[in-house]
Structure formats: structure tokens, C-alpha cells
């Protein structure tokens, strides 16, 4: 039985910068990273606008951080949650940056600041359009030379040890849950076993895959969510899902493409196909409004003119600049036939982000005692009904410090319990027929897409209900009789994200935010 002091599932920003700041304050105890692709892939590796974080006293302030992050949440947002995270942000940088990690700067050595939508200053800190990848390297590399942390790749987390395991099977959520660690499967060898621990974190990242369109890698399928929901965990705010206004469009890729709204807060402008810009039909700052606006406003005039794409034009920028500061973007375009300098970029929107997820209270807590989540599979109350741009990258890090503060002084108090059932698989047997798995992914996309997407309704929401039962019955069964694998697992989880975001939507009583559905009149 493998036995760690914590264990963290997730080797994004949120898991490594939590991983390296406690087996940095203890050495002498073990530190386990458990992640299910190579050690790289992750949302963090693809992000490309930035963090955003206050640098200019001149031009900015954490007030006018703070008023753009509520005015994107629409007023759903936790303010004292807002306040404590862009407070903190220039420290957590500097964190990081003594870690390793580095940033564009200006030619007299200042941080070099994008702008995005939503944002009424340049306070975007980036590495070119490359930002998660130089995050998520420069952690890698941290992690990787410490001696008491343990890093292992394609280990599939399956769910979380809690009393259900080995006590009785609890049907409500209660207090007194707690978390001994998890069932992991290495997938190298399809073993399944208990990885036991003091503390747990969960720091899987977000879902996107439940979409047929998205920015999210293929790891994105909710699992920490949905293992934390079985665990009885408290999960809100899922019908927020965040789509960004500007991916490449492509019907073949998975994941879609992203052009970073950082392109947009470079000065680049959206076009139908007859050349007209629209977005000051819908508010006043233009395609530097919102992503939620920009993503709606984009969707009507798809749906309304019967066309499949919308345009960004870049053509009219400082084509040097431009390139200098979005090489990959524009390598990427060029590799699929478009010359950002001198045509327009095809786009539609695409799932990006869950606002929602496991709900944490500013210590990263979670419902079940020694259970914590960070990032993106968790819900603080920074985002409210819609994210600001890039204030992801600086959630993770704000809360994985306050986790280590937590944590810092508990572990050692905390037992290890050594009383946990090895997994059961009696009964089981290697399915025949992987298309019974493949095809119900796709049927929960097509579902997903369809009629839990940008614009909901009453009649829409209803039918996938019904249709998410079906697939989740059928399913249920096919875990019970199965002798395991991560694609049954992850669609196990993405039907129950699907149910989360259905059913959360259902309760949803007005539009707010990412939030639309046009059976409910706007506030
Ligand atoms: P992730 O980085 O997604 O890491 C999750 C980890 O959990 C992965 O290692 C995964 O393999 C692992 N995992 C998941 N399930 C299991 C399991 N069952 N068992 C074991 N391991 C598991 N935000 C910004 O602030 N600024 C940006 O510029 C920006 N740009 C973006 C661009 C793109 C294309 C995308 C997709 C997102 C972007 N975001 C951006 C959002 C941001 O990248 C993410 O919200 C953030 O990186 C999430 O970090 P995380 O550590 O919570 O999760
Ligand atoms: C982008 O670069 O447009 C993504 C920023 C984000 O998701 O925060």
C-alpha cells in the first residue's frame, strides 16, 4: 500500500506550486503527485493571455482590479474572496518568479502588461502567448529537484477514500466525512491500489471535454469534481460554464485552437463575414467587453445570419510587434492556411472554463474533513457567474498558499489510517465492447452542446435531463460489471459534470454572467 504524508492529484499550477511549497516547510515528510498523462499536460500548459496582477501604480490599482473582477462576475462574485486574491496576487508572483519562472519585460526591465476583455488596465503579466507552458515548465523543474516530493505520471486517481469505502455507505452528505486519500490506478500496469494519506488535494482542473468544442486538452473530463460529489462533497455554481468568444474554428481539432483575447486587447477587431464589426451593437467597449458578452453577441449573430464562423482581423496591427508578442498564435494560424498579418482569422467560441466546481472556503477547504481543492475544480467565489480573464492562474496560486498556510499547521496532527480495503473488482470482467464507451462520449457532447450550451432553455434543459439519465443508468452498470479503465472513468465523471451543470442550470432563476436562458427575462 503505497503511504504518503499528502497526496495531491493534479500536476497543474494549482498541484505543483501546493507540492513545492510544502515539501519545502517539510522535508522530512513525503509528498506525492499523482497524475494521469505525462507530468506536463494540463489546462495550465496552454494558457496564453497571462495573470493578472497589479504592477502599475500609476495606471492602475487594486481597486479598479477588483471593480472589473465583480463587473465580470455580475454580481455574483464573493468580494471579500475578490479582495483577499488581487491583494495577494503581486506576492504570489514574486513567488513564482523566484522559483524560476520568468516574464516578458520592456526594454527598461519592467514586466512587459497585456490587456484583455473585461480588464480597464494593462495588468496582464505573460511570456509571450506561451505563458502556461513557461509556468508550467519552470514548476516542473522545481518539483522535479526536490527529494521528497514523488512525481508519478499516468496514475489515474479513481476516487477518493472516505467512510462509504469501509464504513457504511452514506447516502446524504453529513458532516463527519473525511478523506484518507484515494484509489489510484497505475496505468502502466492496470493495478489498482490505495494511495493513503494525512491530507488530500485535489487539484484536477476543469471539464471541457463534456463539450464537442473546447479549449480544454483531453485531460479536462471533471474527474476531481465528480470524485468528490460521490464523496458527498459540496459542488455549486456548475451552471457557469465560460466560453471563450475567439477559438480557431475547426471542426476537426480537439481541443479547439485558442486566439488569446489578448489579440483582442492588442487592438485586433471581430467581423462578420461581410466585414462589419458588431460588438459595439452589443456594449460600449466593444470587443473589449466581457467574454460572456462577446460569446453571446457572437452566438446571436451566428444563429441569426445561418453562418458557422465569425472573424478576428489582426490585418490593420504593427505586423512586428504583433508577431513578436504572438508568435505561436501566428505560426499555429499559418500552419492552417492563414497569414494573421494580412487575413482574417475564422472563429467561433469554444468551452473554456467551469466557474463552478467543489466548493472551498478561503483556506481552500472543501466539505469533507482533509479533503482540499485549488483551481480549477474548485469554487472560492472569485468568478461569480463569469470569469475575468486571466485571473485562473492567479486563483491556483492565491489558494494553494493559503491550503500550505492551512495545512502548515495540521500535518502533523493528522493520523494516517491504515485500516482502508484494498479495492474490489470482484465480479468483473474486461468489457467487449469499447464502442458501448466511445459512443456515449460523443452522444454527452452532441447533448451537452445542443442544449446545455452558450443560450439554454426550459424545453432544452429538460430533454437532457432525461437523456443524461439514460446514459448515466447505462453507464452505471458498465462500471459495476467492468474491470476498470480511465476511458470508463472519465466518462463516468463527464456524465455526472453533465448532470451537475444540467441540473444546476435548472435551478438557476435568472441570467447572470455566463449564464443564459432564454425562458428567463433579464434582470
Ligand atoms: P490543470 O492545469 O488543468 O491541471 C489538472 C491536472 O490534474 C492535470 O495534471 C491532469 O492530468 C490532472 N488530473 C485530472 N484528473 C485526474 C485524475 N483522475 N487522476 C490523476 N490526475 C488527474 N487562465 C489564465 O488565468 N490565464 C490565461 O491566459 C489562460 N489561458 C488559457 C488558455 C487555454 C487554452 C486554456 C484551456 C485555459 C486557459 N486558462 C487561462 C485557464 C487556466 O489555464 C486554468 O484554469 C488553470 O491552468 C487550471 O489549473 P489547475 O492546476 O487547476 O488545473
Ligand atoms: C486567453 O488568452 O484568451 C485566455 C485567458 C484566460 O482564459 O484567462
Redesign the pocket.
Known amino acids: 500500500m503505497p503511504q504518503t504524508d499528502v497526496l495531491i492529484?493534479?500536476?497543474?499550477?494549482?498541484?505543483?506550486s501546493f507540492a513545492i511549497k510544502v515539501a519545502q516547510r517539510f522535508p522530512h515528510r513525503q509528498v506525492t503527485v499523482?497524475?494521469?498523462?505525462d507530468?506536463?499536460?494540463?489546462?495550465?500548459?496552454?494558457?496564453?493571455?497571462?495573470?493578472?496582477v497589479v504592477q502599475d501604480s500609476i495606471t492602475d490599482s487594486f481597486e479598479k482590479h477588483i471593480d472589473d473582477t465583480l463587473r465580470a462576475g455580475d454580481g455574483l462574485c464573493d468580494r471579500a474572496v475578490v479582495e483577499m486574491v488581487i491583494s495577494e496576487a503581486p506576492d504570489r508572483l514574486r513567488e513564482m518568479m523566484e522559483w524560476g519562472v520568468s516574464f516578458d519585460r520592456n526594454t527598461s526591465g519592467a514586466l512587459n502588461l497585456g490587456r484583455?476583455g473585461g480588464h480597464t488596465a494593462s495588468r496582464?503579466v505573460?511570456y509571450k502567448d506561451v505563458?502556461?507552458l513557461q509556468i508550467?515548465k519552470g514548476l516542473l523543474k522545481r518539483v522535479n529537484a526536490m527529494p521528497n516530493i514523488t512525481l508519478l505520471s499516468h496514475?489515474?486517481?479513481?476516487d477518493l477514500i472516505t467512510e462509504h469505502h469501509f464504513k457504511h455507505k452514506i447516502i446524504q452528505p453529513e458532516p463527519g466525512i473525511t478523506c484518507y486519500g484515494a484509489y489510484?490506478m497505475d496505468q502502466h500496469t492496470c493495478r489498482i491500489e490505495k494511495y493513503v494519506s494525512r491530507i488530500t488535494l485535489l487539484?484536477?482542473?476543469?471539464a471541457?471535454q463534456v463539450y464537442r468544442t473546447?479549449?480544454?486538452?483531453l485531460?479536462?473530463?471533471?474527474?476531481?469534481i465528480a470524485?468528490a460529489y460521490r464523496a458527498m462533497a459540496r459542488v455549486s455554481d456548475m451552471q457557469f460554464v465560460q466560453f471563450?468568444p475567439t477559438a480557431f474554428y475547426d471542426p476537426e481539432d480537439n481541443?479547439a485552437?485558442?486566439i488569446?483575447?489578448?489579440v483582442r486587447g492588442a487592438g485586433a477587431y471581430l467581423r462578420t463575414k461581410d466585414g462589419e464589426r458588431f460588438m459595439f451593437t452589443y456594449d460600449d467597449r466593444g470587443e473589449m467587453a466581457s467574454r460572456d458578452i462577446v460569446s453571446q453577441a457572437i452566438d446571436n449573430e451566428l444563429i441569426t445570419r445561418g453562418d458557422q464562423v465569425v472573424y478576428l482581423d489582426c490585418s490593420h496591427l504593427p505586423k512586428k510587434d504583433f508577431v513578436e508578442h504572438f508568435p505561436n498564435i501566428a505560426e499555429k494560424c499559418l500552419a492552417k492556411g492563414i497569414d494573421i498579418t494580412r487575413e482574417m482569422i475564422p472563429v467561433a467560441p469554444a468551452a473554456?472554463?467551469l466557474c463552478g466546481g467543489i466548493d472551498v472556503d478561503p483556506d481552500s477547504r472543501t466539505s469533507i474533513a482533509n479533503l482540499y481543492a485549488?483551481?480549477?475544480?474548485?469554487r472560492t467565489g472569485l468568478h461569480g457567474a463569469n470569469?475575468l480573464?486571466?485571473?485562473?492562474?492567479?486563483?491556483?496560486l492565491v489558494y494553494s498558499h493559503r491550503c500550505f498556510l492551512e495545512v502548515e499547521n495540521k500535518l502533523e496532527g493528522i493520523p494516517v489510517n491504515d485500516a482502508i480495503p484494498d479495492w474490489n473488482a470482484e465480479g468483473t470482467v474486461v468489457p467487449q465492447e469499447q464502442i458501448l464507451i466511445t459512443h456515449t462520449r460523443k452522444e454527452l457532447r452532441d447533448l451537452m452542446s445542443d442544449y446545455v450550451a452558450i443560450v439554454r432553455s426550459n424545453e432544452r434543459l429538460q430533454r437532457a435531463m432525461k437523456r443524461l439519465d439514460i446514459l448515466y443508468h447505462e453507464t452505471e452498470k458498465l462500471y459495476d460489471e467492468s474491470v476498470l479503465s480511465?476511458q470508463l472513468?472519465?466518462l463516468r465523471?463527464l456524465i455526472t459534470i453533465g448532470f451537475l451543470i444540467t441540473k444546476q442550470s435548472l435551478e438557476q432563476k435568472e441570467n447572470r454572467g455566463s449564464f443564459y436562458n432564454k425562458d428567463l427575462v433579464t434582470s
Not at 9 to 16: D, E, F, H, V, Y
Not at 203 to 206: D, L, N, V, W, Y
Not at 374 to 378: F, N, V
Not at 389 to 396: F, I, V
Open positions: 492529484i493534479g500536476s497543474g499550477i494549482a498541484g505543483l499523482i497524475t494521469k498523462a507530468e506536463g499536460e494540463s489546462n495550465t500548459k496552454y494558457a496564453q493571455g497571462g495573470i493578472a484583455e496582464i505573460h505563458t502556461g508550467e496514475h489515474f486517481a479513481i489510484v487539484a484536477t482542473g476543469g471541457g473546447t479549449t480544454n486538452p485531460i479536462a473530463t471533471g474527474d476531481g470524485m471563450h481541443p485552437f485558442l488569446s483575447e489578448a473554456h472554463y485549488c483551481g480549477e475544480c474548485s470569469r480573464a486571466s485571473n485562473s492562474l492567479l486563483e491556483a480511465p472513468c472519465e465523471n
